[in-house]
């Protein structure tokens, strides 16, 4: 009886969470605001290859987690962002810093830990914030972003805003403890919080397949009646549909929504990391048929977009992004005085 009752659930599961993609519904953006889109991309790309050159140089160092692939997935989110929405993630973290407008001089001087980084070179890769943007962090422990970003939206219900929260996380966190008391305490305010699971298929090192019992994701915020979609994280349009979705639902004071995103990492999880648990075929099939910017790109000429505006697009990200890391290894280091700042002491 159990049995039975369980599969049914599971089959049912199923038919309420096929993969959102685009194609079954066109292009919500405009040529104008896809060009845009297009750009922001390939500066997420030109940033990330930019910085692993600059880790295996020695100019980079501690850990540096690359976002190469899944640039559609902040992209087609940040969209949608209005002034006072906050955004908190892990430690892949550079392209949503980049996406909510942090500048590429002040993220590439962090991460070589310079004087002039958003953390004032202490905080690296990892541990980088802006007030300013209302970008709150990556954090290095596993999930618990999940927790301060529901903090971050139970703030905006209190402040009675009409403000997001969004907080980002792997796969490999969506077993965390805490993102289950996170998932009740939103759902138990009606806070308005957009989960955002980017599920790049290798948590760490291991297949999700291996580490989740779970297949479909989108359904981990069932119990609490959270409602989701499982979306296809290499799409930009198809992003940026599931978000407009979760969007209104948060705004209009519903509570928390969430949101899977299969999407794909190109590199290992980190720099120090050769990769070897899958087939390089498989990167480069994935690279071949799904690149969330070449995508972009072949629906852009088909639109009648000529290739002198690629050519300039690419000419300017290269310009900002070799700034940037000018600008960055230019920047003084910090002064050995900033030891005993920034420091929280409790008598």
């Excluded at 599961?13 to 066109?26: I, Q």
């Excluded at 953006?29 to 889109?37: G, K, R």
């Excluded at 890391?325 to 700042?341: C, K, N, R, Y």
Aim: neutral net charge; glycine residues 10%.
């Amino acid at each position: 009886m159990h049995i039975q009752e369980t599969a049914s659930l599971t089959r049912t599961a199923k038919k309420l969470t096929p993969v959102l993609r685009a194609d079954d519904n066109g292009s919500p953006l405009s040529q104008e605001e896809t060009i845009i889109a297009y750009q922001r991309m390939v500066l997420l790309r030109r940033f990330e290859e930019k910085a692993g050159q600059l880790y295996g140089m020695g100019l980079i160092g501690g850990f540096c987690h690359l976002y190469i692939g899944q640039e559609a997935v902040v992209t087609g989110i940040g969209l949608l962002m209005k002034e006072g929405d906050k955004v908190i993630t892990s430690y892949r973290d550079h392209a949503h810093m980049l996406s909510v407008g942090m500048t590429a001089r002040g993220v590439m001087a962090e991460l070589t830990g310079r004087q002039d980084g958003y953390s004032r070179g202490k905080g690296g890769s990892m541990h980088m914030f802006s007030r300013e943007k209302h970008f709150y962090g990556g954090h290095g422990i596993v999930g618990a972003q999940v927790a301060i970003g529901t903090g971050l939206a139970f703030a905006n219900k209190y402040r009675g805003t009409q403000e997001v929260g969004i907080a980002y996380f792997g796969e490999g966190a969506a077993q965390q403890g805490q993102v289950f008391e996170s998932f009740n305490f939103a759902a138990l305010h009606k806070l308005p919080c957009i989960y955002v699971i980017e599920n790049n298929r290798y948590g760490m090192g291991t297949s999700v397949e291996r580490s989740s019992a779970a297949k479909d994701l989108s359904q981990l915020g069932r119990p609490w009646q959270i409602p989701s979609l499982k979306v296809d994280g290499m799409d930009l349009f198809a992003v940026h549909q599931a978000a407009g979705e979760a969007m209104a639902h948060c705004r209009a004071g519903k509570g928390p929504f969430l949101l899977e995103m299969e999407t794909y990492r190109y590199r290992g999880h980190s720099m120090s990391d050769p990769a070897r648990y899958r087939d390089r075929a498989e990167v480069d099939e994935m690279r071949k048929t799904r690149d969330p910017i070449e995508h972009i790109r072949k629906y852009l000429s088909k639109q009648g977009v000529a290739d002198s505006v690629f050519k300039k697009i690419e000419d300017d990200v290269k310009a900002e992004v070799n700034d940037a890391a000018q600008f960055a290894q230019q920047s003084p280091e910090p002064g050995i005085d900033s030891l005993w700042t920034d420091v929280l002491v409790e008598y």
